[in-house]
């Protein structure tokens, strides 16, 4: 989803002066809590000058411009090859995400996203809760009798990385004994899409890629063969009937397409899962009011998005030289757009730090124009159908230690664990 350039461009802040606080960013610390860093960032301005060239963008209204303005473009493949270092995006890993939805531009990117839809409209997704409902209840199920027998459990590991395998898996058809697989390569693989990864990170990110592409090469082959009432098999049939009958062209976009979906949809939901269970239960007057008034819990859900954005940062580039806030941003210069910033910005949401179910704020945790979430539906019910079966059932469900984020990435956010008692 990122990229990094190499650009002119001027600021009346020094490039320099956002080092300590991308350190900050990078440390136990500030993968715990953020927040701190994205108030120090606002005190910079709307746009901060990154060490490398281009800019960070962390006001809410200048973020949401970049993401709805046509003239931001997603750092595709010819932006790459004009770029001074090329080979920084020739690697594997990378080259395999070059051809994903959120990295093409229109035409490409309107044809392909036409083609899957709005697979989550409110009647689909209504058609899938019961199914959403009873995988929670059996999750939940062996939550509990983790922590009868242990006196605690992992909430990440027994419930919120599980519940996004298994409903995706399920909308896609992929084998419940592939999952431990699947969330193996997929927390390895996204290393290839942070902001500056480094040599060692993206050695991981190949490996990984190595096993994802012969995991759903193998996966569509077999699906081909047998088909089913899933959407891959409605994926196959219609790009099968479009691709005037090359086969190699039709496989190339189907492995891109449900690739790309399974990583998107696992390394964003999970994080949404824990925060919102954790924020929702970890004042126990909070948990009390929300088991009293369910009607708050959407709401609640939509806080915990603001409070701490999935995936926290997106580039994008000028297409043509322009002014974003009063900064001049030549043309070609990337920006990476700071969506947990933006949500902190008190100009749009006063007070931000304070975690309020009834704020009704504003956030882009699920992006915003051309490229907004294709999954935002599906995520959304599965954190409010968690958290209204959390709070039923385990009314006194609290964390024993803080949760656990990983200091090792910047742009997809990770919740590790999670240690629970009822
Ligand atoms: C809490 C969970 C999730 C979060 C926070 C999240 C966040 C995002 C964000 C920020 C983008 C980029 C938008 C942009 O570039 O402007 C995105 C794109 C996307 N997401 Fe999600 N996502 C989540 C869950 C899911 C799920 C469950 C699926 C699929 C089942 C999914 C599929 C996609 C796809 C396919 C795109 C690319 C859309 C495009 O470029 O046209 N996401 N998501």
């Known amino acids: 989803m990122n990229a990094v350039g190499h650009h002119p461009g001027t600021s009346t802040v020094s490039r320099r002066a956002v080092i300590p606080l991308l350190r900050r960013l990078r440390s136990a610390e500030g993968a715990a809590n953020p927040r701190p860093v994205w108030a120090a960032l606002h005190e910079l301005g709307d746009v901060v000058p990154a060490p490398w060239g281009g800019y960070f963008v962390v006001g809410f209204d200048a973020c949401n411009e970049v993401l709805r303005g046509r003239k931001w473009q997603s750092t595709d493949f010819d932006w790459q090859q004009r770029q001074d270092n090329p080979e920084r995006w020739s690697d594997l890993a990378t080259r395999e995400m070059t051809r994903t939805l959120p990295r093409l531009n229109a035409p490409a990117h309107t044809c392909q996203r036409r083609a899957v839809g709005t697979p989550f409209d409110r009647a689909s997704l209504e058609a899938l809760r019961p199914m959403i409902a009873a995988l929670i209840s059996s999750l939940l199920d062996e939550l509990e009798a983790e922590i009868r027998a242990e006196g605690h459990a992992d909430f990440m590991r027994v419930v919120g990385e599980q519940l996004p395998a298994l409903s995706v898996g399920e909308w896609i058809g992929i084998d419940r004994a592939d999952h431990a697989h699947l969330l193996d390569f997929t927390h390895r693989q996204v290393y290839a899409q942070e902001l500056l990864p480094t040599r060692s990170q993206l050695a991981v990110s190949e490996q990984a890629t190595l096993e994802m592409r012969e995991f759903f090469t193998r996966l569509i082959r077999e699906r081909r063969a047998r088909p089913g009432d899933d959407v891959l098999t409605q994926w196959i049939a219609h790009f099968d009937a479009s691709s005037g009958g090359d086969r190699a062209a039709a496989d190339q976009i189907i492995y891109d397409l449900t690739m790309f979906v399974t990583i998107a949809s696992l390394e964003t939901s999970a994080v949404l899962l824990g925060n919102t269970v954790h924020l929702a239960t970890s004042d126990p007057a909070r948990a009390a009011w929300l088991?009293?008034?369910?009607?708050?819990?959407?709401?609640?859900?939509?806080?915990?998005?603001?409070?701490?954005?999935?995936?926290?940062?997106?580039?994008?580039?000028?297409?043509?030289?322009?002014?974003?806030?009063?900064?001049?941003?030549?043309?070609?210069?990337?920006?990476?757009?700071?969506?947990?910033?933006?949500?902190h910005d008190p100009r749009r949401n006063p007070d931000p730090d304070t975690f309020d179910p009834l704020r009704r704020g504003g956030h882009l945790s699920f992006g915003g124009g051309p490229h907004y979430c294709l999954g935002a539906g599906l995520a959304r019910l599965e954190a409010q159908e968690l958290l209204g079966q959390v709070l039923k059932r385990f009314p006194t469900l609290r964390a024993v230690t803080p949760p656990v984020f990983d200091d090792t990435r910047l742009v997809f956010r990770r919740l590790v664990s999670l240690d629970v008692q009822i």
Request: aromatic share 4%; no cysteine.
């Open 291 to 343: 088991t009293a008034h369910p009607e708050h819990i959407a709401s609640t859900v939509e806080e915990a998005l603001r409070w701490d954005a999935p995936i926290s940062i997106n580039s994008r580039v000028a297409s043509e030289d322009l002014v974003l806030a009063g900064v001049p941003i030549p043309r070609d210069t990337t920006v990476h757009v700071m969506y947990g910033a933006a949500a």
